[in-house]
């Protein structure tokens, strides 16, 4: 191996970045302790309090480093679980704008109900196969077949299995050097084209590039696995204020395939027929069709998340037409229009926040709006609502950046 198991766990052998600078730090530094999280509690619009746990500045800068090796996972099914990799929110309610009847559901306690056990398989499984992922078909090949020599394919010394291969591609017409060429680019010739790594988290794989065999994959996933565990997970589950968490929790619906299991209870007839659209957003789910579901249907598509370990929130599950009112998804209002906007009331007030913000010249309140606007371009493709533009305006005038 390139760096030895027990230096890549324990140590380098090189001489330390500065931390802001190592994007290894993450891996080799000490386990962090409980003490390392703030606890915040948070009082809720409607009654009860939200618990958050605040990591420390050094722990966070830790996960967030964390936070970029786990988005170059490779998932299944990851094209409806929006905010993943660069699904928005906007993205989100855009993809049911057109719909007529909208079925949403929660998960309660979302990330706490993500236990380090049920996480550990999932997260191992991502992990494991993008360890796979970053090596060619060569290298791949040569882990699995540790004692086929390509050279020996080249000269013509097969093994059995390999002379049943040959004969496959003769019998197809392929010539015999072609054939050999193949076969020994399938058992570990690559005639020296190696992609790059990629970059963040470049001495990660560089490890997993100098795997000797299948079993050294294994062990790096593994530690790797049991690495990211213990510096995100809090009390036995994902604690909600940790910028890994979301991240974690997407892992642990992609590996069991929620969203592909939701569409198989309703068939690929049926969500074509009716248009059906299935989707989430950290743990809000949304299923939007032109027909309203069955009552049968909607009971098997709370079972799937029953079935993950999941509880649904009652008080959070409802089934509206949109003609009756726009709905709320994501903070955004889907009429069946095909577009979504803000609420009235989310517009005035931010329509009296930009007032002051130009009244008042706070350059942080400034900061605020630039904030807002750039996330209402994104919801109107840049036609501002009159109420938000003529605000806006006067600001700029008053405030030229």
């Not at 800068?61 to 170059?72: A, C, M, V, Y």
């Not at 998340?305 to 509880?311: I, K, N, P």
Request: proline residues 6%; aromatic residues 8%; hydrophobic residues 35%.
């Amino acid at each position: 191996m390139q760096l030895k198991l027990d230096e890549f766990v324990n140590g380098l052998p090189i001489q330390p970045l500065p931390p802001e600078r190592d994007e290894f730090l993450w891996f080799k530094s000490p386990t962090p302790i409980d003490g390392r999280y703030r606890e915040i509690r948070i009082r809720k619009p409607k009654g009860g309090f939200r618990t958050l746990f605040a990591p420390s500045n050094e722990l966070k800068i830790t996960q967030q480093k964390i936070l970029e090796f786990l988005k170059s996972l490779q998932l299944p099914i990851t094209v409806d679980i929006y905010g993943l990799k660069s699904g928005s929110y906007v993205n989100h309610a855009n993809w049911h704008a057109k719909a007529r009847w909208i079925f949403q559901f929660d998960v309660a306690d979302a990330f706490p109900s993500v236990s380090r056990e049920r996480l550990e398989s999932a997260l191992f499984k991502a992990v494991l196969q993008t360890c796979k992922g970053a090596l060619t078909k060569a290298e791949l090949a040569r882990l699995e077949h540790p004692n086929v020599n390509p050279d020996d394919i080249l000269k013509g010394n097969l093994t059995p299995e390999l002379e049943h291969d040959l004969k496959r591609y003769l019998e197809y017409g392929v010539p015999i050097d072609q054939a050999l060429r193949i076969l020994a680019r399938r058992y570990g010739y690559d005639g020296g084209s190696i992609p790059n790594p990629p970059r963040s988290n470049k001495q990660i794989w560089q490890l997993i590039r100098g795997a000797e065999n299948e079993e050294d994959l294994h062990t790096i996933a593994r530690k790797l696995t049991e690495k990211i565990l213990r510096f995100c997970i809090y009390k036995g589950a994902l604690p909600q204020g940790a910028p890994t968490s979301p991240m974690l929790f997407y892992i642990y619906l992609a590996e069991h395939l929620i969203i592909r299991r939701m569409s198989q209870v309703l068939g690929s007839e049926r969500m074509q027929s009716c248009k059906a659209e299935i989707s989430c957003y950290v743990d809000g789910f949304v299923v939007s069709s032109l027909k309203p579901l069955a009552a049968d249907e909607k009971e098997k598509l709370l079972t799937v998340l029953r079935e993950a370990g999941f509880e649904v929130n009652p008080r959070k599950t409802r089934e509206r037409d949109v003609r009756h009112g726009a709905v709320r998804i994501t903070g955004l209002h889907v009429d069946g229009s095909g577009k979504v906007r803000l609420s009235k009331r989310d517009v005035r007030r931010w329509r009296a926040t930009i007032h002051c913000a130009a009244i008042s010249g706070d350059p942080k309140l400034r900061q605020r709006v630039e904030g807002f606007i750039a996330s209402a371009r994104a919801i109107y493709d840049d036609n501002l609502p009159q109420q938000l533009a003529k605000p806006y305006a006067l600001l700029q005038a008053r405030q030229p950046m």
